[in-house]
């Protein structure tokens, strides 16, 4: 899936590009080890009991960021085990973007980008230049972290190196037909999980949501915030929701953009995946109706894009399609490339073209486009677009910076999913009879954790409704396809203070998508007020028009400039 495709997972697939660093170098100064001469934050605050600003434990040492002009860096220790704060430590990897305005500062504003596995890090550099407005950036210290098990904190490794991984997962199907298909992808998610418990290290049984939701605390404190204020995408508001149900009295302000069920994800896990395969039927229902209804300017939709798109999925079930120049589109190719062009509008009308080359190539006798014609363009966009998708690929840049093997460790510890793989063809089964474009693809996604090598009690599964000091703000898309709707609603009535703001929109999270939203999202965190119940904004412009397309690669040069630099 390229990168362009994958923005709405909260910039992680841009910020990727700032992140690849050689991985023997980074890890033996990143690495578990024993407790530091100074005590870890949490050690000195069971050693003074201390409240208020700073609470006892050490000040982060800021410092300036190399190759980062304005930005601050720092390293900062917590417990292994929070429950054994005295035995070993690691590292966790900060920057910040200081307030303009230091003597009027009212604290930090910490960022999560969702994942899990997100890299926090280059995520906080590009959203403190395009996602918030000069008073947020006048008042706030913004502050993004690389949770522990990710990027340049402490990392988990499974594999050493990118081609390792690329040898055991490359050649495995996203959406395997036939036991055959099906026997390879198992195989592989077993030898992926034995080198997991080979080379994991303690961290994989430390490292849950609820952990992560500790070590926040700890910043918070080190910062010298007397309450957290905090903007978490994806599953960022998972670590957001969990932080307000372990410390409720220390909310000020939560921001909570593509939010998931916390309930269901922790207690009814399964569940939850055939329901996010169902968040994406709803989003590809979406594009289709959206398609047909812009005429000429959908390029898929002469002949009814909802079922010439049924056909395409129907015969590559039967096997691939040769397309021109070499390249071959197969079942799991279309349903990558869908999947992950669902989480950007921006992304539909190229998606759309695509679908339509794709088609024509599948049905020569019977396909045109909204004009007539293929163009020879579009066919190579579409052959050049199948050679890069088709295979595993849980995140856009998978391995260079972890994210994969952080992606399972937290999601394999925090859910309860079966633990024998022989269960999982018959779930995927069940899946694809429910949602026939995406069950199978889901239910796929989810069967590494049968033989994940880590069962920790370190998770959180509520309960979810602490009465939090403050209200959170719950922002919900209609046709969000990874976190549905029904989600961010669900929520919302699950914790105890929290205010629903609302997306007429397409896409994962708000992210670039409404001037609306901002306006409102900004206003929260800096005042702590939240919107009229009920509210509802509508997207800045519309998947199809021709403004939609050119906001997009303007919003999209601007993002890859802010988080390069």
């Given at each position: 899936m390229s990168r362009g495709a994958r923005l709405r997972r909260g910039l992680t697939a841009v910020a990727a590009s700032a992140l690849v660093v050689p991985l023997a170098a980074v890890l033996p100064a990143r690495a578990v080890g024993a407790a530091p001469a100074a005590p870890a934050?949490?050690?000195?605050?069971?050693?003074?009991?201390?409240?208020?600003?700073?609470?006892g434990v050490p000040a982060v040492a800021w410092s300036p960021c190399a190759g980062f002009p304005g930005y601050d860096c720092a390293t900062y220790r917590v417990p292994l085990d929070h429950d054994h704060p005295r035995r070993a430590s690691i590292e966790?990897?900060?920057?910040?973007?200081?307030?303009?305005d230091q003597a009027g500062k009212v604290g930090s504003l910490f960022l999560n980008p969702g994942g899990p596995g997100g890299a926090g890090l280059a995520f906080a550099r590009g959203a403190s230049r395009v996602l918030f407005n000069d008073e947020i950036r006048r008042r706030f210290d913004i502050v993004g972290f690389d949770p522990r098990g990710v990027g340049e904190s402490t990392p988990v490794q499974c594999f050493p190196s990118d081609e390792a991984f690329e040898a055991t997962l490359g050649p495995v199907p996203s959406v395997p037909l036939g036991a055959d298909e099906i026997a390879l992808t198992l195989r592989a998610h077993r030898t992926w999980t034995d080198n997991c418990r080979a080379n994991g290290g303690p961290l994989l049984h430390h490292i849950s949501t609820l952990n992560v939701a500790k070590d926040l605390d700890l910043l918070r404190r080190a910062v010298g915030d007397r309450k957290l204020t905090y903007a978490g995408y994806s599953y960022g508001t998972l670590i957001g929701a969990t932080y307000a149900n372990i410390h409720p009295d220390k909310v000020r302000a939560l921001l909570l953009d593509g939010m998931v069920d916390p309930a269901e994800r922790t207690r009814r896990s399964l569940l939850n995946e055939l329901n996010r395969a169902g968040g994406f039927e709803t989003a590809l229902r979406g594009f289709l109706e959206l398609c047909d209804a812009s005429g000429a300017g959908c390029a898929f939709s002469a002949g009814g894009s909802r079922a010439k798109f049924a056909a395409l999925r129907e015969r590559l079930r039967r096997g691939p399609v040769a397309l021109p120049g070499g390249a071959t589109l197969t079942i799991s190719a279309l349903t990558d490339r869908v999947a992950g062009d669902l989480y950007d509008p921006g992304a539909f009308t190229e998606l759309a073209t695509l679908l339509q080359a794709w088609y024509s190539v599948a049905f020569p006798a019977t396909a045109t486009t909204a004009t007539g014609r293929t163009t020879t363009a579009a066919k190579a966009r579409a052959a050049a677009a199948a050679r890069a998708a088709g295979s595993f690929r849980p995140l856009a840049e998978a391995y260079s910076y972890n994210a994969a093997d952080a992606l399972y460790a937290v999601n394999c510890v925090d859910k309860r999913l079966p633990r024998r793989q022989t269960a999982w063809p018959a779930i995927a089964k069940g899946f694809e009879a429910v949602h026939r474009t995406f069950g199978r693809h889901q239910a796929y996604g989810s069967a590494v954790c049968a033989t994940w090598p880590v069962v920790t009690s370190e998770r959180y599964a509520g309960p979810w409704n602490r009465r939090t000091?403050?209200?959170?703000?719950?922002?919900?898309?209609?046709?969000?396809?990874?976190?549905?709707?029904?989600?961010?609603?669900?929520?919302?009535?699950?914790?105890?203070?929290?205010?629903?703001?609302?997306?007429?929109?397409?896409?994962?999270?708000?992210?670039?998508s409404s001037t609306c939203i901002d306006e409102k999202t900004d206003h929260y965190i800096l005042t702590g007020a939240v919107p009229p119940a009920g509210t509802v904004c509508q997207p800045d412009s519309l998947p199809f028009e021709p403004a939609a397309a050119a906001a997009s690669a303007a919003e999209r040069a601007a993002l890859a400039e802010a988080v390069g630099r």
């Open positions: 934050a949490a050690e000195a605050a069971a050693e003074t009991g201390a409240e208020g600003a700073g609470e966790l990897a900060l920057t910040r973007r200081p307030a303009d000091s403050n209200t959170l703000l719950i922002v919900g898309t209609y046709y969000d396809p990874a976190t549905p709707y029904l989600f961010a609603q669900r929520a919302a009535r699950q914790l105890r203070r929290a205010r629903l703001l609302s997306l007429a929109g397409y896409g994962h999270t708000s992210i670039l």
